[in-house]
């Protein structure tokens, strides 16, 4: 049986899919690996690229040229390189990122097949700007040797598990494939690993393997925190995430969609739309219960109406200068 499905996703990647698949080619294993690329309808160079790797390479690269973009930031392309993955396992990866190891797909399949247990297992990633917009940092932060569903829930949003780092059982995902709702939602890692989650632990192996690469044409560049339909879509997943798990970390997700309603308030849509600030705030607050000076500044800034605030303002000044 054919070990491990390379599911990767490319969309206007031309300057760096030679690099990935490069990096794909080097891996030194023990088994048969095949390498799937969904490429969304690139308008540059990508394709030809591809093209030219499975000429080369007929018997270990399959391409799914899809004759439109299926859309959701790549989310609905990775989903058909996974159903026409033949593997016993699933590594994905985006077009732009590449790995760093040539052990990587050796040292997953070692773990998962000596802990049948697992659902998942994942390593150490770095993070890259192409613009050296910010230094190079490390994905995952936190040194454990299993992950479970309640070290993926933060009150804060947890990211630590690179794209490109992941490895699953196909057929634990063919029984349990994504709900409908995630279907809704323009991240599909984030919930995918907390279904994952939720049905057994996730091994980690601590090296870094791979590098999750941004810029400026990559999907991480769509999620726009001054953006409404990011910050909505968000709170609709946390919501959905709460709900599929039954509210059991209720406190935590509450706390999480509240600053997704905090960011609405300096959104480009509505940072000068006194109304729907109102309503904003007034969810921040019910779900974060904020205390001291955060709630002062969010009544003062967000839920006073501005011409209260400019008469207290008039008659402040007034009975100052009469106080001189």
Same mark, same amino acid.
């Given at each position: ?25 080097? +891996? ?53 390189t996974f159903a026409a993955a033949k593997g016993e396992y699933i590594a994905q990866f985006d077009g732009d990122d590449y790995l760093t190891s040539p052990h990587k797909l050796q040292r997953q ?15 150490n990633a770095e993070v890259i700007y192409d613009d050296n917009a910010a230094p190079p940092y490390l994905v995952n932060w936190i040194k454990k040797p299993e992950f479970y569903v309640e070290d993926l829930i933060g009150e804060d949003e947890l990211c630590f598990i690179a794209t490109s780092s992941l490895m699953f059982r196909r057929e634990d995902f063919a029984k349990h494939p ?57 709170? +609709? ?83 100052? +200068?009469?106080?001189?």
């Open positions: 049986m054919l070990k491990v499905s390379v599911c990767v996703v490319t969309y206007n990647h031309e300057k760096f899919v030679a690099k990935m698949l490069e990096s794909i080619l080097m +891996q030194q294993t023990t088994f048969d690996f095949e390498i799937i690329v969904g490429d969304d309808l690139s308008k540059d160079g990508t394709r030809s690229i591809l093209q030219a790797y499975q000429k080369q390479y007929p018997d270990k690269i399959r391409l799914l040229l899809h004759d439109k973009n299926l859309g959701l930031n790549g989310k609905f392309n990775a989903l058909a399949v070692e773990m998962l097949d000596a802990n049948p247990h697992y659902t998942a297992s994942f390593h994504d709900p409908e709702w995630t279907n809704l939602s323009t991240s599909g890692d984030i919930p995918r690993n907390i279904m994952l989650a939720k049905r057994g632990p996730i091994g980690y192996i601590d090296e870094v393997m791979s590098v999750y690469r941004k810029n400026r044409g990559g999907a991480s560049f769509a999620d726009n925190h001054y953006g409404a339909d990011f910050l909505f879509n968000r709170i +609709q997943m946390y919501s959905n995430i709460n709900k599929e798990l039954n509210y059991e970390y209720d406190d935590r997700l509450k706390k999480n969609i509240a600053t997704y309603y905090y960011k609405l308030l300096f959104s480009r849509e509505y940072k000068d739309r006194y109304w729907p600030k109102l309503k904003f705030a007034l969810k921040y607050l019910k779900l974060a219960q904020p205390e001291g000076d955060t709630r002062k500044a969010v009544l003062r800034d967000h839920i006073i109406p501005p011409i209260l605030m400019r008469i207290y303002s008039y008659f402040a000044i007034g009975m100052y +200068q009469l106080r001189k």
